[in-house]
């Protein structure tokens, strides 16, 4: 074999390496990044939802506890489907020819007051039921005070939100 053609073919080799090397390291992150995604979806639901809290409650206290949480659900529905009905329409106006910034700004204020008035009832109703229960059953329901997870950033705790810089 003559030195041109050795040098073609260790080029080709070199080549070649390279992009198996590309390869198995795009193979590695992408397994890795894979499993991240599998170990999220199969990861149990939330500990402090309702059914798995009333699960670990005494037997003597789960119907009374699961009565006073859905009475309290209930009570405190009005003003999200309030609040749930003034971002739709928020929504919607913001897409449409006849936008009016004033208006939005008032149906998201409306809409996002709603939902604290919801809240508040739920967490002063989850106080008050917390005033009755004792031991290890006021332990698990006090779980009930943690807030939810970010939805849109996996495994980001509620308070861990980006909030957009102010504007001056």
């Not at 309702?50 to 506890?65: I, M």
């Amino acid at each position: 074999m003559t030195s041109r053609g050795l040098k073609i073919a260790l080029g080709v080799s070199v080549a070649l390496n390279l992009f198996a090397l590309g390869a198995g390291a795009t193979l590695y992150v992408s397994q890795a990044r894979i499993a991240q995604q599998v170990e999220a979806q199969t990861r149990a639901p939330r500990e402090g939802s309702p059914q798995r809290l009333f699960d670990r409650l005494s037997p003597e206290e789960r119907p009374r506890v699961r009565a006073a949480m859905r009475a309290s659900a209930l009570a405190a529905r009005p003003d999200f489907e309030m609040a749930r009905d003034r971002r739709r329409e928020a929504i919607a106006m913001a897409a449409t020819k006849d936008f009016d910034p004033e208006r939005l700004t008032a149906l998201l204020a409306e809409s996002r007051a709603a939902d604290q008035r919801g809240r508040a009832r739920m967490e002063r109703d989850t106080v008050a039921l917390l005033a009755t229960v004792e031991g290890q059953d006021r332990v698990v329901l006090a779980e009930i005070l943690k807030k939810r997870r970010d939805r849109t950033r996996p495994g980001a705790p509620a308070g861990d939100r980006p909030v957009a810089a102010p504007t001056s």
